[in-house]
């Protein structure tokens, strides 16, 4: 038996190989500026510019307009309660509502708040009275300022108003009567509602994926147009087996990755003060395989890039649509069958509900076991698939040459005739 | 050269244009593909407008006919669908923590015989504002039913000593807010959200268009022919190949806009006028913005990371999820040099709000603008055009 077809001496080999071809991807990243960007640049700079766009969390001080057809110290104490709160802020009170929707109209509000004229009288008779809000829908949390801080004032006013007005014996009785069953609202994890703290940590695990797919894919579409076959694997004995191949590459991007992870997962949240309750091993036992599915993915995609611009055109705008179809801002129970089908796809959506889940209500692998068994199957085709594309170009680019080799020969028997 | 001359050039450029876009099926790809897919799905994902029966866990430690009565009424909420009862709280928060339920509803015990005896017993419910949407639509069904509660056993009590419904809801809830959404009264989220995602969706295309098919002029060292075709000139030769795009890019805006206000019957109280001129403003905006990006930066794969980068920023500072007053000033100063920044602010004054077009004339002053940027940046991009070489 010949040397080179004992398993032994493949198995050295192509270890060896593995980490020759490791070793010269390394190089071929840190060579290319648009790998660069999207390996280092994207994960240093996006997630900290998202965390500074959000960092607010919430509205505070949102601009609104008082109409008071009442102008009593009822209605002048109800406009003082809603312009204490800390999201909403009173700028004008106006006489009639023409005057107030124009001001809504050249934006110096974003809401109105009508107090009507027998607002006073109707409070003083023991009849309910109606306060009216009308709020411009260009941005939601306006809204939900205006009607938590209006709510909350008439709830608190109401109580103290209907308390004066039917003294009990004891202050106990009092409450009983106005309040038979009282209720508290808490909200978990996110406790003060925070912008930033629900849509940044699912951001950062989109953008792993993203910037491998897109680098991974300009490798790709760099190899390809340099390469003499427009193929993927350059010729070189040390590129003489899909294994060493793809195993040697995709360690390059896991190593980087890592590091990338360290920085997106770790110290970021920890600069804005992100929640952050997650066991890290918990956190690093799912990382493993969302960077193992999304750097395969990525490797299989890598294989239908024909020019190193392409990822950029194919995969920048389908980010958005994986944010949706992650379950995150929009809930997954309310996604159509099909999509929710065609997310599993992609690594980032099982990886973001379960980072999610682990990073922000504290879950651990347990609680997250469906989402980390589908990124060990995503990992596991995917690195199939990833073989599959380079064993065609190998068995192509082999082919070519080939051909390639007759074609210069009966050239040459040509030109000796 | 005159003006005849420059049409003759622009017709010449156009022509080759054309030629190199149908033998590129990545236009293919971005100018139709892509904005059709992006449509369809963000379109069918919110097409009922508010996610309806949202999962919440009951914990109902009371279990009486007038807890289970309660819960049943809060089933029958739209939005909230109890997907699990139980008696032990930490199991409600662990399907929480597996993403089975947004929201608990806690009932505690005795409740009803505590209710009926002026105990005050309180009821909590939790949200998960993790999913912050859930979480608020939660929020709302699970605060009225609770309001509902404590009515119907003040309602209880107060006929009792023979008070009339009047008195008794003039004691137990003497301020009401009632409610007006303007332009949006359903709080729709596919109005709310598509309006701006869809455009934002097309202005990142046409960065990326426009950068590319000028970027691949100098990556395929053919950008002195397609100068000297234009006559030498670089704004008839951006003018000539920008067109065909121009065309093709207006007719998907104007086929977004009417889907939205047509097939789907957004709000448009402005009429098709304003929304119409603003979305072909949109598209030579973004179209400029490009030219000035691969003018800034006139290597292909530079150019179009900036592109993509600057396009994907966008979402977030046009501000129509998290709002720009609310963001740090400089954000605020930054938000401008976005043309779909202007184009939001205009749909919210003329298709959402219907009002006058004077509030809104700025907004479109401001897209025009946009126009101005290839000047800026004419003399680089010539020069990188004729004497620059691509370096692999």
Redesign the interface.
């Known amino acids: 038996m010949k040397r080179e077809y004992r398993l032994r001496y493949i198995i050295r080999d192509g270890i060896q190989d593995m980490f020759y071809i490791w070793k010269e991807e390394w190089k071929n990243v840190f060579r290319d ?2 790998v660069m ?2 390996f280092f640049l ?1 994960p240093l700079v ?1 997630p900290v ?2 965390s ?5 969390e ?3 001080e ?2 609104m307009v008082v109409v008071d057809d009442s102008q009593t110290a009822y209605s002048r104490e ?1 406009i003082r309660r809603v312009d204490a709160s800390a999201d909403v802020k009173v700028v004008h009170v106006y006489p009639d509502m023409t005057a107030a929707k124009e001001a809504m ?3 110096e509000a974003y809401g109105i708040l009508w107090i009507p004229s027998d607002f006073s009288k ?2 003083h ?20 300022a205006f ?1 938590l801080t ?2 909350e004032v ?2 608190d ?2 109580a103290e ?2 308390a004066s ?2 003294p009990a014996s004891t202050d106990q ?1 009092e ?17 003060q ?3 930033a ?3 940044v940590p699912a951001i950062l695990v989109l953008v792993l994926q993203q910037t491998l797919l897109l680098g991974i894919g ?1 490798l790709g579409g ?1 190899a390809r ?2 390469n003499r076959f427009n193929s993927l694997v350059p010729i070189s004995k040390h590129f003489n087996g899909t294994l060493r191949i793809v195993m040697g590459k995709s360690l390059t991007y896991l190593v980087l990755y890592v590091l990338v992870c360290l920085w997106v997962l770790v110290i970021v949240p920890r600069l804005f003060s992100l ?1 952050q309750v997650g066991q890290p091993a918990d956190v690093v036992l799912f990382m493993l395989p969302y960077l193992l599915a999304a750097i395969f993915f990525a490797m299989t995609m890598s294989g239908f890039m024909q020019t ?3 990822p ?3 995969f ?2 389908t ?3 994986l944010l ?2 992650s ?10 069958e099909f ?1 929710r089908w065609l997310g599993y796809i992609f690594p980032s959506t099982a990886g973001i ?1 379960g980072f ?2 682990i990073n ?4 651990t692998l347990n ?2 076991a469906p989402e980390y068994r589908i990124l060990w199957v995503q990992a596991g085709g995917y690195f199939i698939t990833a073989c599959l594309v380079y064993r065609y170009q190998i068995i192509r680019c082999r082919k070519l040459i080939v051909q390639r080799y007759w074609a210069l020969k009966k050239m040459r028997h040509n030109i000796k005739i | 050269m005159t003006c005849r001359e420059a049409i003759g050039h622009i017709n010449t450029v156009v022509r080759r244009e054309m030629h190199r876009m149908v033998s590129t099926p ?1 236009y293919f ?2 100018i139709l593909v ?1 904005p059709l ?2 449509m369809t ?2 379109l ?5 407008g508010l ?5 919440i866990a009951v914990v109902d430690l009371d279990n009486t006919e007038t807890s289970r009565n309660l819960v049943r009424q809060l089933d029958a909420f739209e939005q909230t669908s109890v997907y699990i009862r139980t008696g032990s709280f930490s199991e409600a928060r ?1 399907a ?4 089975e339920v ?1 929201g608990i509803f806690y009932i505690p015990e005795d409740f009803t015989v505590e ?1 009926t005896s ?1 105990k ?17 639509l939660l ?1 709302r069904d ?2 009225t039913i ?2 509902l ?2 009515a119907s ?2 309602l209880q ?1 107060g006929t009792a000593k023979g008070l009339t419904n ?2 008794i ?16 009264p359903w ?1 729709n ?1 596919s109005v ?1 959200l598509n309006n701006t ?1 869809l455009p ?2 097309l202005q ?2 046409i960065f ?2 426009t950068v ?1 098919s000028i ?2 002029e100098i990556k395929q060292g053919t950008s002195r022919e397609w100068i000297q075709k234009g006559g030498n000139s670089l704004t008839v030769g951006l003018i000539g190949k920008l067109l065909p795009y121009t065309l093709l890019f207006t007719l998907v805006a104007w086929t977004l806009m009417a889907t939205l206000y047509g097939y789907n019957a957004f709000p448009l109280n402005s009429g098709w006028g304003p929304m119409l001129a603003a979305s072909f403003l949109l598209v030579i905006a973004s179209q400029a913005t490009g030219v000035f990006m691969i003018g800034v930066l006139p290597t ?3 150019g ?2 900036f ?3 600057f ?3 966008a ?3 046009v ?5 720009v ?4 000033p400089t ?1 605020q100063a930054l938000s401008t040099l976005f043309p779909l920044r202007h184009y939001f602010l205009i749909y ?2 003329q298709a ?2 219907g ?2 077009l004077i ?1 809104s004339w700025g907004e479109y002053i401001w897209l025009l603008g946009f126009l101005f940027l290839p000047f800026l940046i004419g003399r680089q991009l010539k020069k990188a055009l004729l004497y620059f070489k691509y370096i ?1």
């Open positions: 500026e648009g960007i999207f994207v996006y510019l998202y500074f766009i959000y960092n607010n919430v509205v505070h949102a601009k109800f109209d050249s934006k109707d409070l008779q023991g009849r309910q009275t109606t306060v009216s809000l009308y709020s411009d829908m260009s941005a939601l949390l306006f809204y939900k009607l209006a709510t008439s709830l006013m109401g108003i209907a007005r039917a009785a409450l009983i009567q106005i309040h038979p069953i009282p209720s508290e609202a808490i909200t978990m994890f996110n406790t509602n925070g912008f703290s629900f849509l300009m760099t147009e340099s929640p190193r611009e392409a950029m055109m194919v920048v705008f980010s958005l649509i949706f179809i379950g995150i801002s929009w809930p997954k129970e309310a996604i159509p999509w509900q999610v889940r922000t209500t504290g879950a609680e997250v | 990545l790809f971005c892509a897919i992006s799905f963000f069918s994902l919110m097409r009922e996610p309806k029966d949202l999962p662990e929480m923590q597996r993403g947004y209710a002026g005050q017993p309180k009821l909590s419910y939790y949200t998960n504002s993790t999913y912050l949407i859930a979480a608020s929020f699970m605060k609770s309001v509660a404590n056993v003040g009590t009047d008195q809801m003039g004691q137990l809830q003497p301020i009401v807010i009632d409610t007006h959404v303007i332009g949006n709080l989220y709310y995602l934002g969706i990142l295309l990326s268009v590319f970027g691949t292909l794969r530079l179009l990371s592109a993509c980068l396009g994907m920023i979402f977030s500072i501000g129509f999820s998290f709002p007053l609310a963001m740090d954000l919210v004054d959402l709000n009002r006058d509030y692999p």
